[in-house]
Structures are given as structure tokens and as C-alpha cells.
T-cell receptor
């Protein structure tokens, strides 16, 4: 079966711009979580959506937002990009916590 | 907030050796997960643990859920070059809680 698909794989943006990343979960998975990964900070939790509702939120500024659609696909948006937003953004989907989380390959965002 | 501690940051072993990594927390977790990440890819689930004291194997990998529910360890036996990567532990406090990750251990295997 198809895994978690994240698009695009690579993205270069200029400081001040905004960006939207997409995640298509495994079919049947209703939970989608987003993480930011940087060399110094590891995997930092951004937010989790379940059935179109934000269920958990990490400690990121309001410039980071997300949403989930009725087909469980999710998008995250970062407005007013800063250089420090350069990172690998990972999405993970799950059928339920007891079944573990499956990650996509990530979107590598570079802000210049 | 909840934090998972993994150390050291890097480990270097010889091919064929066994290696053990542990993960500790000041909080209780009800589920422990171990992931491996290869360069340029997302983490891949290796082993999931759901009960205190549980010992689970997946090929050359063995992981245990600590009795106190505040720690877990992962053992890799007879290491091979493809074991190279970053190993993360992750914990879930409850069914609807967020997944918390450790900072990972980078494993290098010398041939």
C-alpha cells in the first residue's frame, strides 16, 4: 500500500515569504502529525490533526499553522519565513496511537 | 514538558559488535517506540512496545519497555554496515497525546 506522501521534497524560499507543505496520509489513517527536524533540536512536534480537528499543538509561534481536509490530507503553512525556519518538515500518519506512526520522507525547506 | 533523554549523541562500533541504547524520561509513558532514520529520509518504525516489562524482538533488534514506564532500551546484535543511521526513541503518554521524541543517537559502524 502507498506510504505517507509529502510534497514537495525540496523547497527554497526567501525570507518573508510564506510556504505551504502537503501531506497525504496512508489510506484509512485519520491522524496526521507534523514535525520540524533540525540538527540542533532534533524532532520538534508542531501539531496533530485528527478528523479535521487540531488535537495537539506544540510550542511554535502562530506563523506555523495547519489544517486537515475531509479526506485526511493535511497541509501546513508557514508565513513570514525566517532563516531559522530552514529544516526538514516531516509528516506522520497513524490509524491510532496503538498502531504507531508512519513517516513520510519529508520536505526540505531552505530559507535564504 | 515531557522530555526523553538519549545519550551519547554518537556511537562508534565495529561491524559484528552488539550495541545497546537507552532512553529515559522523568515522566511515565504508556507506549514506547523506536525509530531509525537514514539520511534524507523520514524515520522508520523499528519496534513498538505497549506494556511495562515487555520485551520485543525484530530480527537482530530487541527492545524493552522499562518496568517503571520511564525508560526503554534498544539492543542491536551483530551489527552490520546498514545499521548506520540515527536511532530515535519516542513515547506516548496516552492515546490522544502527542508523540515525544528523544534527540537521537547517531550510530556509525566500522567495517
Amino acid at each position: 500500500k502507498a506510504g505517507v506522501t509529502q510534497t514537495p521534497r525540496y523547497l527554497i524560499k526567501t525570507r518573508g515569504q510564506q510556504v505551504t507543505l502537503s501531506c497525504s496520509p496512508i489510506s484509512g489513517h485519520r491522524s496526521v502529525s507534523w514535525y520540524q527536524q533540525t540538527p540542533g533540536q532534533g524532532l520538534q512536534f508542531l501539531f496533530e490533526y485528527f478528523s479535521e480537528t487540531q488535537r495537539n499543538k506544540g510550542n511554535f509561534p502562530g506563523r506555523f499553522s495547519g489544517r486537515q481536509f475531509s479526506n485526511s490530507r493535511s497541509e501546513m503553512n508557514v508565513s513570514t519565513l525566517e532563516l531559522g525556519d530552514s529544516a526538514l518538515y516531516l509528516c506522520a500518519s497513524s490509524f491510532g496511537a496503538a498502531y504507531g506512526y508512519t513517516f513520510g520522507s519529508g520536505t526540505r525547506l531552505t530559507v535564504v | 514538558g515531557q522530555q526523553l533523554n538519549q545519550s551519547p549523541q554518537s556511537m562508534f562500533i565495529q561491524e559484528g559488535e552488539d550495541v545497546s541504547m537507552n532512553c529515559t524520561s522523568s515522566s511515565i509513558f504508556n507506549t514506547w517506540l523506536w525509530y531509525k532514520q537514514d539520511p534524507g529520509e523520514g524515520p522508520v518504525l523499528l519496534i513498538a512496545l505497549y506494556k511495562a516489562g515487555e520485551l520485543t524482538s525484530n530480527g537482530r533488534l530487541t527492545a524493552q519497555f522499562g518496568i517503571t514506564r520511564k525508560d526503554s532500551f534498544l539492543n542491536i546484535s551483530a551489527s552490520i554496515p546498514s545499521d548506520v543511521g540515527i536511532y530515535f526513541c519516542a513515547g506516548l503518554a496516552g492515546a490522544n497525546s502527542k508523540l515525544t521524541f528523544g534527540k537521537g543517537i547517531t550510530l556509525s559502524v566500522r567495517p
